[in-house]
C-alpha cells in the first residue's frame, strides 16, 4: 500500500470488511430479507413471542414465498436456485428478527422441500414444491419421536406394506410448522429399512396438534404428528433413498442454515447492548466509556465477526460442492454456542432492562436455547467431529 493510500472508516457493524466479500447480488439479497424482515417481524415479534403465537403463518409463508425465501437454494419448480452463501445471508437476517421465523423457513426449505426435491419422484415434485416455493403449501419433517431424539436410528414409527397401499402409525414430537402444514414429510421403519412419505396431512388418521407451554421459541407452530393407522398410496414414499441417510443429508443442509442463523440472533443482541452502552449513563458518563464494558464489547465483536467469517467460509464451500458434514457440524456446535453467550453478555450490559422484551436480547437468549439442541445437540456435533479428528466411534 501506498503511502498516500486512503483506508475507509472503520466500520462498527462490519469492523472486518466482510461485506467486501459479497458480490451485488448478495448484498441484494441480504438487503430484501432484512427489509421484509423490518417492515413485516419486527414491529410483533415481542407481541408475538409474550403471546406464544405466530398469527397470519400463512400470510407470513406467501410473502416469503414471493421474495423468494422459500427453497431458496433448490433448482427449478419454482424455486430461486440462489447459491448457497446467499440462503445463508438470508437466514442470518430472518435469525435476527426471530429463531422461530427463520425455523419457518428452515424447515420448509431445507427439509420437507430438500427431501422431495432430492429424494422425491418427478410426480412428488410436480405436485409439491411449486406450491411450496410460493408459500401456498406449508410442509413439516417428521423424524424426531416423543422417545427417540439423538437416535433416529431407533424410531418406532412404522410403514407397513397393504395391498398396493402403505399404513403409517406412530409418533413425531417438536415438529415445526405441524399444526400448519399441508403436506409432512415423515421418515418411518419399513420391513426394507428407512423410508420417507409425503403425507397430506388431510389424510385420514393424521393429526397435528399444536405444543403449548413453550418457554423458547414461542412466536413458532411446534406440533406432536399423530398417525394412526394412515392409509397411503405406493406413489406417496420418497423413491430415491432408503436408509438414515436420506434424513441426515436434509438435516446437514439445515444445519449449514443454522451456521449463519445463530450469527444472527447474535448480531441483534450485540447491537442492542452496543447502542445501549453508548447512551446509558451511569457515574455521570455512558457505560461504554468504562473498560469492562469495553472489553465485553470487544470480545462478543471477535465472536461474532469470526462466526459470520466461518459460516462465509462454509458457504463458499457447499457451492464449490466441497462442504462436509463434519464441517458443518463444526459450524452449528461453534456459532450456536458463541451466539448463546454473546445474547448472555449482552444481557449483563442491559442490567434489568436485558430481560424486558422492549430488547431482543432475552428473546433471543431463551430461542437459542432451543436451536443449540434441535437438528443435533452439542454432544453429538462434538461427537462427529471426535470421530473425525481420532477415527474412532464413540458412539456405540
Not at 34 to 63: F, M, N, Q, S
Not at 239 to 252: I, Y
Not at 305 to 327: S, T, W, Y
Request: net charge negative; aromatic share 6%.
Amino acid at each position: 500500500m501506498s503511502a498516500s493510500a486512503k483506508l475507509p472508516p472503520f466500520d462498527a457493524g462490519d469492523p472486518l470488511g466482510i461485506d467486501d466479500l459479497l458480490d451485488p447480488e448478495e448484498l441484494a439479497v441480504r438487503d430484501t430479507v432484512r427489509t421484509w424482515a423490518a417492515d413485516r417481524v419486527l414491529p410483533h415479534i415481542a407481541e408475538w413471542y409474550e403471546k406464544g403465537e405466530l398469527p397470519g403463518i400463512r400470510e407470513l409463508a406467501r410473502e416469503l414465498g414471493s421474495i423468494g425465501a422459500l427453497g431458496m437454494s433448490l433448482e427449478g419448480y419454482g424455486c430461486a436456485g440462489a447459491s448457497a452463501v446467499q440462503y445463508g445471508l438470508a437466514c442470518l437476517e430472518l435469525e435476527a428478527a426471530d429463531s422461530g421465523i427463520r425455523s419457518l423457513v428452515s424447515v420448509q426449505g431445507s427439509l420437507a422441500m430438500y427431501a422431495i426435491h432430492r429424494f422425491g419422484s418427478e410426480e412428488q415434485k410436480q405436485r409439491w414444491l411449486p406450491s411450496m416455493a410460493a408459500g401456498e403449501t406449508i410442509g413439516c419433517f417428521g423424524l424426531t419421536e416423543p422417545d427417540i431424539g439423538s437416535d433416529p436410528a431407533a424410531m418406532r414409527t412404522y410403514a407397513k406394506k397393504d395391498g398396493g397401499d402403505w399404513i403409517l402409525n406412530g409418533r413425531k414430537m417438536w415438529i415445526t410448522n405441524g399444526s400448519v402444514a399441508g403436506v409432512a414429510v415423515v421418515w418411518a421403519q419399513t420391513d426394507d429399512g428407512i423410508r420417507g412419505f409425503a403425507v397430506p396431512t388431510g389424510t385420514p388418521g393424521f393429526s397435528a396438534p399444536e405444543i403449548k407451554h413453550k418457554w423458547s421459541l414461542r412466536a413458532s407452530v411446534t406440533s406432536e404428528l399423530v398417525l394412526d393407522d394412515v392409509r397411503l398410496p405406493a406413489d406417496a414414499v420418497l423413491p430415491g433413498v432408503t436408509g438414515l441417510k436420506g434424513p441426515l443429508s436434509c438435516l446437514s443442509h439445515a444445519r449449514y442454515g443454522i451456521v449463519w442463523g445463530a450469527m444472527g440472533a447474535a448480531r441483534s443482541s450485540f447491537e442492542s447492548a452496543l447502542e445501549y452502552a453508548r447512551t446509558r449513563e451511569q457515574f455521570g458518563r455512558p457505560i461504554g466509556g468504562f473498560q469492562l464494558t469495553q472489553a465485553k464489547l470487544a470480545d462478543m465483536a471477535l465472536e461474532l465477526h469470526k462466526g459470520i467469517l466461518l459460516a462465509h467460509h462454509l458457504g463458499r464451500r457447499l457451492d464449490a460442492g466441497r462442504l462436509r458434514p463434519e464441517q458443518v457440524s463444526f459450524g452449528k456446535l461453534n456459532n450456536v454456542r458463541e451466539a448463546i453467550e454473546i445474547c448472555r453478555t449482552s444481557r449483563t450490559i442491559l442490567g434489568a432492562n436485558g430481560i424486558s422484551l422492549e430488547y431482543p436480547v432475552m428473546r433471543h437468549a431463551t430461542n437459542l436455547e432451543s436451536v443449540l439442541t434441535y437438528e443435533g445437540t452439542v454432544e453429538m456435533h462434538q461427537l462427529v467431529l471426535g470421530k473425525a479428528l481420532t477415527g474412532l466411534d464413540a458412539f456405540r
